[in-house]
């Protein structure tokens, strides 16, 4: 079912081409406008530009949206552009991302990317982990203190699929302190899901 979009153009949008006008009408769950202090692009409301075949996000800049960015199954290959600030949740999943690099910096809700989401762990400086790897999350498992026993708990509750991301680094060396603290607040179901993702392969 279509969102019904409202929309106000600003005067200060001269400077936009009418297919970026028409664009920004188009994805606006709510109000658009461009900020005369920055030039950037805010949202009072949410975006939602999810499967039109973006290249990128024909050469708009956003500042501030107060919901949710939504730009999944496209072929972005960088976030060049993507908001500073995501009042609710930011989903980029199914693109070519080469390059998290201009990630928004402030997520109050989740960050979706491939096949998981994080909730809450993500301030400027667990950001920065994420883009200089890519959200490689082998590496954030070994050696991120934002990804502690009890956040990976939280995580594997939220997405299974996170047992798999686990299994990777399970029975490692490096890993063995949380592996220890794991067995005893994950449940059995959740552990010999685990185990049998690492015995086919899952480890490093």
Not at 68 to 73: L, Y
Not at 91 to 110: D, H, Q, T
Not at 165 to 194: G, M
Request: charged share 25%.
């Amino acid at each position: 079912m279509k969102h019904i979009r409202n929309y106000k153009i600003f005067e200060n949008s001269a400077n936009l081409t009418e297919e970026q006008i028409d664009f920004l009408n188009e994805c606006t769950v709510g109000e658009w406008k461009v900020n005369p202090n920055t030039g950037l692009i805010d949202v009072q409301g949410s975006f939602d530009c999810n499967s039109m075949n973006l290249n990128d996000f024909k050469g708009l800049r956003f500042g501030n949206v107060s919901g949710s960015f939504i730009c999944n199954n496209n072929n972005l290959v960088t976030l060049s552009g993507s908001p500073r600030e995501v009042g609710e949740n930011f989903y980029s999943r199914w693109n070519s991302l080469k390059s998290l690099e201009e990630a928004p910096l402030k997520i109050v809700g989740f960050f979706m990317l491939k096949n998981i989401y994080f909730t809450k762990y993500n301030p400027k400086s667990f950001l920065e982990e994420i883009k200089r790897d890519l959200l490689d999350v082998t590496e954030l498992l070994l050696t991120h203190h934002f990804l502690t026993p009890q956040v990976i708990k939280r995580e594997i509750t939220k997405n299974s699929y996170f047992c798999y991301y686990i299994s990777r680094v399970w029975n490692t060396e490096v890993f063995k302190k949380k592996q220890d603290e794991l067995t005893q607040i994950l449940s059995q179901e959740d552990l010999q899901k685990i185990d049998a993702l690492w015995s086919i392969g899952g480890y490093l």
